[in-house]
């Protein structure tokens, strides 16, 4: 008899604990995800049990949810110059879904820009699923909705200066307190309920299947090094992408990666884990695995998203002083992404932006230029602003007179692609021409820095991932950034303000996709409990053989 039990409890050992929804990162589609089942199990008479995994620290900004940077409603606000700025990364149009809504917005009565998908399909040029978009349109407003009820503030501002790219009336919506303060309230609410384990410095090594490929939980590696398996009924991969893991760069984006540093700390945890652990189970992928967002951030400080925003409103010069791209040919949102990766890909990763005082009179303070910590370089004469900037002074100021002297006489307006453009130039820039003339002048020297890689998994309106023959993966799921669907080398400016993040919340709000299994008896699956009853009979056997041979 003991010796049955000794077998037995070698291949048991204890039992493992079954959770029934295993969520892997812990920004906003992880936490989402984990607060909304958490509350619907509960409205239910379920006791649904979450493991909530996170490679992280606890308190320290993980991956890109808690950065970025957005000023305080005051900064914005005429009555209250220069106040405070915060961290950013919910989506710096407020969630794509609330652009133009006001603060007592219903999801029926929201000013959502209805134009961006067709512009998602232009700039993916087909590319870009038409009915994952559509359900975006949907989804977010009543996203926005749930973060508002949970305690989460919205501020508001009519942009007065830039030309938004968006059918709103200028008007955009974002979080008070950025991202770092959405993720903590997310928290604040999950952390009242006891059926939820948070494990923080916990890394997700690989999925756990059954043999006919059921996902049920998750290998992974703990602070002191030691694998363990997780085991759950279902799978939520919301751990970003890629931008942390310079191999996974250099094979999907290519050469000159390894010169792109990360816009914010908390990047280097997304090392694609989620991306490779689906694709070992046959996952399709989806996005441009080629592609990535790039902005250009002040090269003077090391505060996480230092972005120069307003590369139209002057000349972009490289370290030989020549201009290199059409500053003004469109929007600033649809622009500032491919500059930045001119820079890092042809201009040797410095580029310098030079403006006078007619500018900075404008958008100062403001956050166009003021989300650097750094005041910009000037000079009462362009050559003493080269010699700041350590750009020669000749050649500085030839390229500034040859600017000046091939602008045309239109009248410059910032609120409309105003025509007011150089001819003769190589190349040329097609609006918002304004000549460099009013000392002082100003320069900021500026780098790209990564943001985020499109490429991910595949997934279905519902949120499953595909494999690579098109059919849903069982007990699979992924939200956010790793559900790929930016294509080609620019996404439309709703997107570049937090779509991937808007994804990431809307699909942390979709219950119903675990709702059935919340409703089932916490414990092992009666599949797993049949295996390993087969398992040790047949170790019994060889045991019971082996003790006879002897």
């Known amino acids: 008899m003991s010796f049955v039990s000794d077998v037995v409890s070698n291949l048991t050992g204890s039992v493992p604990e079954v959770y029934d929804l295993v969520v892997v990162g812990s920004g906003f589609a992880g936490s989402m995800t984990t607060l909304n089942f958490l509350e619907e199990c509960k409205k239910l008479g379920k006791r649904g049990k979450v493991a909530l995994i996170e490679a992280g620290k ?11 940077t957005w000023p305080d409603v005051g900064t914005l606000a005429d009555s209250n110059p220069g106040g405070p700025w915060h961290t950013f990364a919910l989506t710096k149009v407020c969630l794509a879904g609330l652009i133009g809504a006001r603060a007592d917005f219903s999801p029926s009565d929201n000013n959502f820009d209805s134009d961006w998908k067709h512009e998602m399909k232009r700039v993916s040029e087909g590319l870009a699923d038409q009915e994952y978009c559509a359900k975006m349109e949907q989804e977010v407003p009543v996203t926005a909705q749930y973060l508002l009820d949970h305690g989460v503030k919205f501020n508001h501002h009519d942009e007065k200066n830039v030309l938004l790219e968006f059918n709103t009336n200028q008007h955009f919506v974002f979080p008070e307190g950025g991202g770092h303060a959405v993720i903590n309230t ?23 299947t059954q043999d006919d490929g059921v996902v049920t939980g998750v290998k992974v590696r703990k602070s002191d090094g030691r694998l363990t398996n997780v085991h759950g ?14 191999e996974m760069l250099a094979k999907y984006v290519g050469p000159r990666t390894e010169h792109l540093e990360l816009i914010a700390p908390g990047l280097k945890y997304n090392t694609g884990f989620g991306l490779r652990m689906g694709l070992e189970v046959g996952a399709a992928v989806a996005g441009s695995m080629s592609g990535m967002h790039c902005e250009l951030v002040d090269t003077r400080t090391n505060k996480p998203d230092a972005v120069i925003w307003g590369h139209n409103y002057g000349i972009v010069v490289n370290k030989d ?20 990766l001119e820079t890092w890909r042809d201009q040797n990763q410095r ?3 030079i403006t006078d005082r007619t500018i900075m009179d404008r958008f100062r303070p403001g956050w166009v230029y003021d989300t650097t910590d750094k005041e910009p370089e000037q000079s009462d004469t362009i050559e003493g602003l080269a010699e700041k900037l350590g750009l020669d002074p000749k050649e500085l100021k030839k390229t500034v007179d040859e600017y000046n002297a091939a602008i045309n006489d239109k009248e410059f307006d910032l609120m409309k692609l105003d025509g007011k453009r150089t001819n003769g130039l190589s190349p040329d820039k097609t609006n918002w021409a304004h000549p460099i003339v009013e000392p002082p002048f100003y320069g900021y020297p500026m780098k790209a820095q990564l943001t ?36 080609n080398e620019i ?9 991937s993040h808007s994804d990431a919340l809307r699909v942390g709000m979709r219950h119903k996709l675990f709702e059935a299994q919340a409703s089932e008896p916490v414990g092992r699956r009666k599949e797993d409990c049949h295996a390993t009853k087969i398992r040790i009979i047949k170790e019994l056997g060889k045991a019971v053989h082996h003790s006879g041979e002897g």
Not at 190 to 200: A, E, G, L, Q
Not at 233 to 239: D, F, H
């Open 351 to 353: 580029s310098y932006f």
């Open 321 to 340: 002083c020549k201009r290199f791209y059409d500053e003004g040919q469109r929007h600033l949102f649809a622009t500032f992404e491919m500059i930045a």
């Open 491 to 499: 996404h439309p400016p709703p997107a570049c303000f937090g779509l």
């Open 233 to 246: 009924k279902k799978v939520m991969l919301a751990c970003g992408g890629f931008e942390g893991n310079r």
């Open 452 to 487: 985020f890689t499109y490429g991910g998994l595949k997934c279905d309106l519902d949120s499953r991932v595909l494999s690579t023959t098109g059919v849903p993966i069982p007990g699979l799921y992924a939200a956010g950034e790793l559900s790929g669907l930016f294509y």
């Open 58 to 68: 606890e308190g320290e900004r993980c991956g890109a949810s808690r950065f970025e």
């Open 186 to 208: 997310l928290f604040d609410h999950i952390r009242k309920f006891d059926n939820v384990t948070i494990m923080w410095e916990t890394q997700a090594e690989r999925l756990l």
